[in-house]
Each structure stands twice: as C-alpha cells, then as structure tokens.
C-alpha cells in the first residue's frame, strides 16, 4: 500500500484535472439557464458526498445514482442507461 | 508480461487489435456473445454470429499466437422478445462440444425487466443441466445495483450452481462486495466512460484482495481500449507491486476460471 504522500505524488494533478472539468461542466449548465433534469438533480447530491469521510465515497456515490428498488420492471424501456435513476430525484 | 484478456469483443475488433494484443503479452482472448450494437431479426443472425466466435475468430487469433475461446447465449438486450430468444437457446447445446466453447455467457440483465429474467433463468437452467461454465454481464449505470443483486438471486434459486463456477461480471465498487461474499467470482471491466476506470480497478484490488477477480477490457463496438488489461498492468507497478500479485490477477486468476471448463487448454508456464 502506497503512503498518502505517494498517492499524491502519483494522482494529484489528475485529480485536479478532473475536478476543474467538474466545475466547468457546472459552469456550462448555468450559463445555458440551469436545470432541473434529474441528472443535474442527481449530480448535486453526489457532488455533496465527497465530503463524507470513511473511505467509501466512489460506492455511496455509485449508490446515489443507482435504482434502489429490488422488482423487475414489466417491460424493458428501450436498452440504453442514462446514468441517474430518474426515480431518486424526489420529483 | 503474459496476460490473459478474459472478456473481449474481437468481432468489432480490427486485426491490427490482435497484433496490439499480441504485442503487449496476450496469450488467450475470450469472447462472451453479446450484443451487435443493432437488433438481428431472426435467430439465423446468431447461428452465423456462433459460427464467427467459434470458428473465424479462432484462426483470426491463431495468427498472432493468440488463443481464441467463446461463450454462447442471446444477451440481455435481444431478451425481450421470449420467443427470438427461446430459438436462440435451442441453438446452443449441440454447440457446447465445440472445441473452444468454455460455457454460457454473457448472459444476465440490461433493463431488469421481467423478460430479461424470464431468459437469464432459462439460460442458467441450461448450464446446470450441460454442467457449463457461466459468464454473467450485470446492467449498466443506474441499473446496476438492481441487476446484479437480481441476478445473484436467480443463480442461488437454482438450487444447483455452485458461485465457484460463476463469474459476474462489470463489477464496480457498490456490487463488488456482495458479489464475492456470495462465494462468486467478480470481473472488473475497465472502460473509458463508464464501468470502471483503470486506477479504480486497482483500488477495488487493494481493498477485496486479489482471489476471485480478474480485468477485462471488455473491448467492443462501442467506445473502449483493447489495451487496458496492459495498462492496469502498468498501473500496479506505478504503485508498487510485485510481479507475483500482478501475475495472479492477470493470468492465474483468468487460467484458474476457466480452466474448469474441459476446454480451456492455454498453458500459462511458471
Ligand atoms: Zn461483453
């Protein structure tokens, strides 16, 4: 196992990469008038779950877009995922 | 370093993939059936698409030294239509004693559907009754979790599977856990977009161990890397490990697998 000054050493300008690609995309969104798509709905609450500590931030935010219901639906609704349950969003 | 790519989509693949594969140390490739990326419309669109994985692909691998293997079944995404599926199954067991067939795969869900489930049960009733192997692809996104705890659900009702011969596929860090709880093998597939990334992929290791699991790059039709096996490889040295670990992900991990199937025959030395 590496030590954190490892990791950083090995991820951090990635990371922040990334991160600034985040803040671009919201940028993007709001410049086009905002939203309140399900996605978008999805993605503020799993951007609020990288504060939380204990080292299961990648599931809890795998979790928040998931469809937590356990029945099989009736019939399949086409075959592609959008990436957010349109469900979890309270609406 | 000798590796094994165990989940691959060759057919949308170009030959200048096998000589990339060949290049970086592959030394087998197996292909579950799957989806085209378009409906066939009858159930003659798979018998020449079984021909193609068991008999073009073979000796389109054999030329980079690679070996070919498949797996047969109608995918989740062409299972919505019971009777399309059902003629497709009827296909398969006189396949099962084709030279280089390791099982029944990838079968599972898309949209978890009834359906979907209606066909995966009828496609793990036929590997227990032919004593197969069976590849799993678990849904996509926000049908994941939901899918893969569906489909962990059928294969324990079944009565007569044992986990130890099942391989879920397209795990990510919220199905890992139960997946291998369950006693199941657990496939992490390494994408560009979606499913997981390469750094991901060597997190979940370091945290569940490095026993029932392996890396595919999953490459198809879509957007994806036949390279990434080799890159997770470089990313394991990156952070340090040794070649002993990498090796048993890699190659032991795939060879064990699927050397329960009478047909795999890759030798993978010491
Ligand atoms: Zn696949």
Not at chain 1, 31 to 55: N, P, S
Not at chain 2, 5 to 24: C, G, I, N, Q, W
């Amino acid at each position: 196992m590496n030590s954190a000054e490892e990791v950083l050493d090995l991820y951090f300008l990635e990371t922040r990469h990334k991160l600034l690609d985040v803040a671009a995309f919201l940028d993007r969104v709001e410049r086009a008038g905002g939203t309140g798509d399900f996605r978008m709905q999805a993605l503020k609450k799993a951007l609020a779950l990288l504060h939380e500590e204990g080292g299961s931030r990648a599931e809890a935010i795998l979790q928040c877009f998931s469809d937590p219901t356990r029945e099989p639906v009736d019939k399949a609704p086409g075959k592609g995922a959008a990436g957010a349950w349109p469900g979890g969003t309270g609406a | 370093m000798k590796y094994i790519e165990p989940h691959a989509h060759m057919v949308s693949r170009t030959t200048d993939d096998y000589e990339k594969l060949a290049f970086a140390g592959c030394i087998a490739v197996c292909e579950p059936a799957f989806w085209a990326g378009f409906d066939r419309s009858s159930a003659d669109g798979f018998r020449d698409y079984f021909d193609q994985l068991m008999l073009h692909e073979p000796r389109r691998a054999a030329s980079y030294g690679i070996d070919h293997y498949c797996w047969l079944c109608i995918n989740p995404k062409e299972a919505e239509d019971l009777a399309l599926a059902r003629e497709v199954i009827a296909l398969i067991p006189e396949r099962l004693t084709s030279p280089t067939v390791l099982g029944i795969g990838e079968i599972g869900l898309n949209k978890n559907s009834r359906n979907e489930l209606t066909i995966l049960e009828e496609h793990i009733a036929l590997a227990a009754a032919h004593e197969q192997l069976i590849l799993v692809h678990t849904p996509h996104l926000e049908d994941k979790y939901k899918g893969t705890a569906l489909t962990l659900d059928a294969l324990e009702a079944h009565g007569s599977i044992r986990p130890e011969r099942v391989i879920i596929d397209h795990v990510e860090e919220h199905t890992i856990g139960m997946v291998l709880d369950r006693g199941f093998w657990a496939g992490m597939t390494l994408y560009p977009d979606s499913k997981c990334s390469i750094p991901r992929a060597v997190d979940m290791l370091d945290r569940y161990g490095i026993d029932r699991i392996w890396m595919n790059s999953a490459c198809d039709w879509g957007v994806s890397n036949p390279m990434a096996v080799p890159r997770a490889v470089l990313e394991m040295k990156r952070r340090g490990w040794d070649a002993g670990r990498i090796r048993k992900v890699v190659l032991e991990n795939p060879a064990a697998f699927m050397s329960q199937s009478r047909h795999f025959h890759t030798g993978i030395g010491t």
